[in-house]
């Protein structure tokens, strides 16, 4: 019996088989993979494996101790031994984590003896890595996604982006591309990379213009317009700029209106900008968007029609009017009695007030009422009368008369320039006639000049005396008047040249403009 079991034995591997020892091959593993730490042990013929054992080298009491696997805080089967007791002790870990990786050994005794290694596998644990490059991309940017493990060996691997599987590794930028990205060993999802996010530049998209409130704004009330859009890098509050009718407003986000008036109506955009252009251009801008204003009818006026109004002529009175909406109802009035009371008589509706045949009573003060669904509003009175002259023109008596007036101006100008003129002549002839005891020759030469004015027949306007009784003044008021013929005459009579030329010397400075004018008016009538 001794002898079959001896034959057996010795027909075991590793039995009989030569020396003590271990050898082990170092590992790589990814964090959250399994590995098999790769092991062979032998000994000397005769023994039978009687235990075997895993440590790890542990620092202890600053001292490297082999400290059994069992030992170490781990979860259940993290370590598993899948060896044998014939020669293979390989040794699995599980999920495995930063803190596995270290120094492994392997120990084992038998019937004749038992081995402590000095020797160890090393476990290097590594993590997959994502790299995005770049990470920060403009649209239509070139992108290459690179996963790294850090071992190795190489592992099939999948990409996914917030969670989902993407088939391309490599592309061109779009905003749609944004997100997180990592991989994954295929089949084993959940070993994979920490999240790495692509982010992707592009300009403002989606740019729009809000009105608050949207409708029915009210003149005096609050709006608030804001700009909106999607853009990336975001827009910055300096970014927004507010147009209206294509002239600048503000820039900002947001623009309030605190105090609404009918000015502020019409066509609103906003303007958006990144430093990102798109198309060429960096200034995005929205729709636009009308702002309506509401109010009641302000700004009441009649204009009457024609100006000049005559007795049996045709009047039109029309209302005039600025409204929001537009005013639906016209109501005229007339004042029957003085400015300052309530006395309106209503004299018609709509917008225009026609007269067909204007009468004398027709004339007065007018105002027209307009109202809307927001409120009413009302003109000033206008005065509406007919033309004093409208019977036949009472302008020519009156021009007549002014121009009487300027001519007798004009006669008693020259009246005075010709007294004035005769005293100096008088005062100069006496002078000489004292010194030469001479007298001016009455048949000497002279010049005569005749200025006639005539006046055209006119009706002059009633002449006002006033020293005539009140009783009288009308009675003696002609109608009409017969032209009237003005003659002015005025002679000039030259010095005698040859007697100044027998004057003393003395007296040849006192003889100069020795000119006689006379004048003389006569006024006749018919």
């Known amino acids: 019996m001794g002898r079959w079991i001896i034959i057996i034995l010795g027909l075991i591997p ?17 964090r959250g993979t399994s590995v098999d730490l790769k092991c062979k042990y032998g000994y000397t013929l005769g023994n039978l494996i009687t235990w ?48 596995d990786q270290g120094a492994y050994y392997f120990n084992f005794a038998a019937t004749l003896g038992s081995w402590t290694s000095d020797t160890y596998a090393f476990l290097s644990v590594r993590e997959l890595t994502t790299v995005v490059e770049p990470s920060v991309a ?17 592992r099939k691997i999948n990409w996914f982006k917030d969670g989902r599987l993407v088939q391309r590794s490599q592309f061109q930028a779009s905003r749609e591309d944004a997100g997180s990205y990592f991989c994954a060993i295929q089949g084993e999802e959940t070993v994979r990379s920490a999240s790495v996010a692509l ?27 804001t700009c909106s ?57 929205s729709l636009a968007v009308y702002l309506d204003v509401w109010y009641q009818p302000m700004n009441v006026s009649v204009s009457v029609s024609p100006e000049h109004i005559v007795e049996g002529s045709g009047v039109n009175l029309t209302c005039i009017s600025d409204a929001n909406p537009a005013a639906d109802n016209y109501t005229w009035y007339k004042r029957t009695e003085p400015t300052g009371s309530h006395s309106l008589v209503h004299v018609g509706s709509g917008q225009v007030l026609s007269l067909p045949s204007m009468e004398a009573s027709h004339n007065g003060l007018y105002v027209c009422y307009v109202r809307n669904n927001l409120g009413e509003g009302n003109s000033t009175e206008v005065v509406l009368a007919m033309a004093a002259g409208q019977h036949g023109s009472q302008s020519l008596p009156i021009l007549a008369g002014v121009g009487l007036l300027l001519i007798a101006a004009l006669v008693a100008v020259l009246l005075l320039f010709w007294r004035k003129q005769r005293s100096e002549v008088d005062k100069k002839t006496h002078l000489v006639s004292r010194l030469h005891g001479g007298t001016s020759n ?54 005698d040249r040859s007697a100044a030329q027998h004057k003393n010397s003395r007296s040849k ?12 008016v006569v006024k006749s009538s018919r």
């Open 52 to 99: 075997v054992g895993w440590f790890k080298a542990q620092q202890v009491s600053n001292k490297l101790t082999q400290v059994p696997l069992s030992q170490l805080p781990s979860p259940p089967n993290h370590f598993k031994y899948i060896g044998d007791y014939r020669g293979n002790c390989n040794l699995r870990i599980n999920n495995v984590q930063p803190l």
């Open 14 to 30: 590793g039995v009989w088989s030569g020396t003590w020892g271990v050898t082990y091959e170092n590992q790589c593993a990814l």
């Open 442 to 495: 009455p048949e000497e030469p002279t010049e005569t000049v005749y200025s006639n004015i005539h006046v055209p027949p006119s009706s002059p306007p009633p002449v006002f005396d006033p020293y005539s009784s009140p009783a009288s003044r009308g009675k003696n008021t002609p109608k009409s008047s017969e032209a009237e013929i003005i003659y002015t005459t005025v002679t000039v009579k030259p010095r």
């Open 199 to 225: 982010s992707v530049h592009y300009a403002p998209t989606d740019v729009t213009l809000s009105v608050s409130p949207s409708r029915d704004v009210v003149r005096g009330s609050m709006v608030t317009l």
């Open 138 to 154: 403009r649209e239509g940017d070139a992108v290459r996604l690179t996963c790294k493990s850090g071992c190795p060996e190489t």
């Open 509 to 520: 400075g006192r003889e100069d403009g020795g000119s006689v004018i006379y004048a003389s």
């Open 229 to 285: 859009g999607r853009a990336n890098p975001p827009v910055a509050r300096s970014g927004y700029r507010l147009y209206k009718d294509a002239t600048y407003v503000s820039s900002g986000q947001s623009h309030v209106i605190s105090d609404v008036q009918p000015r502020h109506r019409g066509r609103y955009h906003c303007q958006a900008w990144n430093n990102i252009s798109r198309s060429g251009s960096n200034l995005i801008n």
